[in-house]
């Protein structure tokens, strides 16, 4: 083990990925002389060369059927988005193409491609940088939707989308890029996409969260502790396949569930999860399966705004002392 | 006009059927909303219904919940309701129910099942009904009863319980009877602790249908070696009830012995005011044990399956021993109350309970209680825990007994208490604790008046 930056893991993960298989190649805005805008490929074009390690231009839509197009004939892109917000440009080429050609094609193509980028909220870059974009993509069928909330899940999950044959969405974040944790150095270690991870063990209620979040209820957890609420934090890690019997059985333990996502609420992971454990675990439930998510509202630039639009710490605290019936309101 | 359904109502928590003594207005008397229909004889008191019909079933046993009566203008046809009540009951109804004697011909000897229908959902009962013709406002025509029948009603639809769904699955399994548990969640919805904790108390513990009354009694005539007595609802409702507490509750007991010369002087001179209320010594105990149970909240606590529920006011239950048994009516925000209020309300409630006129909300909710035998010339008891409460004070006789001092052998006033306490909520030292300082209250009277 050594502990290193959520950026820094990633970092090894490619180089890691690069040096094992030859098919594997980046390509996206920056990525090379300039070592990536957020400097997760940073060494990696003197390390693996311009062939492996490849600069486009402005032009998300055209570099994403690139890295389609190399990915069918046998090689593992890895696109990166400078941010996913760009991915929006891509779209069509990531849903009616990535996403159908295994299946349109009847099994003849695969498409074994990572579209990875930092995306959600992160401070004061407004409302057309700070969007939560899993929402667009793990709605489509064909495609995985990962996020990794620490540096080891960085490392383990991203090598595994590396090797997956179907295209993944790896949706990283600019806050989390500087957190320090505990990565194992072994460039075997692979964590399998469609696993969640209980963060801490608790026994009063379940709280799903991730990326950010999953630190905010982790603040809650500590606070709402000396008030006797025992939490517990489960983080799906991947959204699609999403890992629903470690919820469910998280939920059977507690009876109780809070869900929280920074995006806005409507139709969201939220409500995916709790229509999830309410089909699953119904006669588990003592109280509805409560969301806390973004206000449906474009993210403000005011900082004071965008507190407000956002799931804080003392928001989640508040769901979850409602769920657990412990605010008084009896 | 709709017709309204008159029900058994639930007057209790523990109420499972009811004994209606007297019908107030007869058939085909004019109804108004909130006029006092009937007497009903439950476990606990005896209770005036309050606007919900009529009938003829005077004497009959009736099951929560049951049709016992029908409320409906002049021209409404209530066949079809006696009917569908009849039909939804089960076969054995017919054998089981009792046609009360005078009821009308092909009405009142129908069996009945129907749902229960909470006060609340039964609108005529609440609000005068606008009238159509040229009867007044809200006015409604009794119309014949349906005899009672003594099976369980079906349950399930009618006035539905809010429950979460784990709530539900535990009661299922544990037997608990949802609707005898009051809820503690939003809106009254009941949720997993409170089922928790009406399985452990008896209250709710106690689904199966009540034994039927059966007037069995022998006549003690010469040679009959014993006769046996039917029970009554209050005395059914003790069998029932404590077993369940001493079996389940680990009771244990701590006796103290109060020097009452002081508390005896003062009650004298407080006596002797003119304009004041009497005041018992168990007034003095109340109040004494009402402040320290403010110091000692963990006396002041219940048991609840996987917490401990620790109260922060005192509803103090008052054991009073009736003819036929015994009741203990709740003197609610003991804590707040001075001494002369406490006399005047326990006075009232002991004077209501022996007329058997307690409201059922007096009958419920206590979180410690006394039970006192000094009127009997007891030198001291132990009482059993009257679930959910956590403790319950006994009481001795104040005697007059020879007392050792530095002046050498004196006379004093003595008083012996025990406290029984469940184990799973207290230890043996805060049990002591309590009675140490309810002793020095008492031993120093002036603080009950402070």
Known sequence: MAVMTYREALNLALREELTRDPNVFVIGEEVGLYEGAYKVTQGLLKEFGPKRIVDTPIAESGFTGVGIGAAMVGLRPVVEMMTFNFALLALDQIVNSAAKLHYMSGGQYNVPLVIRGPGGPAHQLAAQHSQSMEVYFYHVPGLKVVRPSTPMDAKGLLKAAIRDDNPVIFIESETLYNVKGEVPEDPDFVIPLGQAVVRREGTDVTVVAYMGMMYRAMEAAEELAKDGISVEIVDPRSLQPLDTATIIGSVRKTHRAVVVEAGAGFAGMGSEIATEITEEAFDDLDAPVLRVTGAQAPMPYARNLERAKTPTKEKIADAIRRVCYANGSR | ?????????????????????????????????????????????????????????????????????????????????????????????????????????????????????????????????????????????????????????????????????????????????????????????????????????????????????????????????????????????????????????????????????????????????????????????????????????????SFQGESIRVFHRVHMGIAVALEEGLITPVLRDVHAKSLAQIAVEARDLAERARQRKLRTQELSGATFSISNLGMFDVRDFSAIINPPEGAILAVGSVRRVPVVSDEGLGVGRRMALTISCDHRVMDGAMGARFLQDVKKLLEEPLRLLV
């Open chain 2, 1 to 301: 006009m709709p017709v309204t359904k008159v029900v058994m109502p639930k007057l209790s928590e523990q109420m499972e059927s009811g004994k209606i003594i007297k019908w107030l207005k007869k058939e085909g008397d004019r109804v108004q909303s909130g006029d006092i229909l009937a007497e009903v004889e439950t476990d606990k008191a005896d209770v005036e219904m309050e606007a919900f019909g009529s009938g003829v079933a005077a004497g009959n046993k009736a099951p929560v919940g049951s049709l016992i009566g029908v409320i409906a203008e002049e021209n409404d046809d209530i066949g079809a309701v006696v009917a569908q009540a009849g039909s939804g009951a089960p076969a054995a109804a017919a054998s089981e129910a009792k046609a009360p004697s005078g009821a009308k011909p092909g009405m009142a000897d129908r069996p009945a099942a129907v749902p229960p229908q909470p006060k609340s959902e039964d609108p005529a009962a609440r609000k005068p009904s606008p009238s159509t013709g040229s009867e007044s406002p809200g006015s409604r025509r009794v119309q014949d009863a349906v005899a009672a029948a003594s099976v369980p009603q079906p349950s399930g639809d009618g006035g539905r319980v809010k429950a979460s769904p784990l709530a539900r699955k535990i009661a299922a399994q544990s037997g608990v009877d949802l609707k005898l548990i009051q809820g503690s969640g939003p809106g009254g919805r009941i949720v997993r602790r409170d089922v928790e904790a009406a399985s452990t108390a008896p209250a709710a513990a106690a689904v199966a249908a009540a034994p039927a009354l059966r007037p069995v009694a022998q006549p003690a005539a010469a040679g009959a070696e014993y006769e046996d007595l039917p029970l009554s609802p209050m005395r059914s409702a003790i069998a029932r009830r404590m077993p369940l507490s001493k079996a389940p509750v680990p009771h244990f007991y701590v006796t103290s012995e109060v020097a009452m010369d002081r508390a005896w002087e003062l009650r004298e001179e407080l006596n002797g005011l003119e304009g004041q209320p009497k005041i018992s010594v168990n007034d003095f105990i109340i109040r004494a044990c009402a402040l320290t149970l403010l110091q000692h909240p963990g006396v002041n606590a």
